[in-house]
């Protein structure tokens, strides 16, 4: 590691709140980002970070035009400084279980269905039932959920496939169905079919990371010899709210959760059809860190979500 000899006069010292502003930085690639993230001016950060690196002898980051990079030394300070902010959290954590608060906020992330469909209702339920708590609500596919909980933004995530991510808990909450859907006039929307006649049909994917994609590829693999890449792929689109409006325009048709059509079945806009073969469903998870101590909050929305019955909703 090289010491950059910034001030060799003064004792090696920081605070935890450089160390946060420096971790943000460095996890958002971007001072604007990191100001956003904790509150502050982006100048403040900048300065922040600059005194930072003089307390401590150490050039820690490089600015490559608009990119934010660690130095040699920015590395092996990160590592050090997550371990510390991770001692904190426990600290506050244990604390506030001693103390049995149940107050303060708590950050869930949730994929696309049970995160734009299914929690936003349960989350005005839990708040009746703790209202000193604070929920944020992080949406995004799954793999990106997965890797939010593992750094440790959110505690609890809510997804639609189950990974192999070692330092990860997936328990099983509900089930969900998902459905081929078509406009309403749809040539297919009174028929059954087979899996071979969906590959004349322009059809409508998720990206890469989509839980509904990852079971679409089980289901095709299962059924044909085919994968769901053979199909006629017009467009992928990176939410069910787009593949929605995608299917009511006639760009093409496409495999949802029931969750997310029910107001425009009811309304008559949109038609799901049966394939051959066994339904397709699928399972949400519940995803948490092994490693890490759940506060009490975090504690209580855990119970709160397998106590109220999810499967119902």
Not at 86 to 103: A, D, P, S, Y
Not at 282 to 292: A, E, G, H, V
Request: hydrophobic content about 40%.
């Amino acid at each position: 590691m090289v010491v950059d000899n910034l001030n060799k006069n003064i004792p090696v010292n920081f605070d935890l709140r450089q160390i946060e502003i420096f971790c943000k930085v460095i996890e958002l690639k971007s001072f604007s980002k990191a100001a956003e993230a904790v509150c502050l001016a982006q100048p403040s950060v900048s300065e922040r970070v600059a005194t930072l690196e003089k307390m401590i002898g150490i050039k820690l980051l490089d600015r490559l035009g608009r990119k934010i990079v660690p130095t040699t030394g920015g590395v092996f300070f990160y590592k050090h400084a997550k371990t510390i902010l991770e001692m904190k959290r426990t600290i506050c954590v244990e604390i506030e279980e001693f103390l049995g608060l149940k107050q303060g906020e708590i950050r869930i992330g949730g994929s696309t269905i049970p995160g734009e469909y299914i929690l936003p209702k349960y989350i005005e339920q839990f708040r009746k039932k703790y209202p000193l708590a604070s929920v944020t609500l992080f949406i995004a596919d799954t793999k990106k959920i997965e890797n939010t909980v593992l750094c440790g933004d959110i505690e609890i995530g809510i997804a639609g496939s189950k990974g192999s991510q070692k330092n990860l808990l997936y328990r099983e909450l509900w089930n969900d169905e998902l459905v081929l859907v078509v406009p309403a006039q749809h040539h297919l929307a009174k028929k059954k079919i087979s899996v071979k006649e969906l590959y004349n049909e322009p059809f409508i994917l998720r990206e890469a990371g989509s839980g509904t994609l990852k079971e679409m590829e089980s289901f095709f693999k299962a059924f044909g010899s085919k994968t769901v890449h053979s199909l006629k792929i017009i467009a992928r689109l990176g939410s069910s709210t787009a593949i929605k409006e995608g299917i009511k325009a006639g760009l093409g048709i496409s495999v949802l959760s029931l969750s997310a059509i029910k107001t425009e079945l009811k309304a008559g806009i949109l038609k799901t059809v049966k394939i051959e073969g066994s339904p397709m469903f699928r399972k949400f998870y519940l995803i948490t860190d092994k490693r890490r101590t759940s506060s009490p909050l975090c504690k209580a929305m855990l119970d709160f979500l397998y106590n109220e019955n999810l499967s119902r909703f």
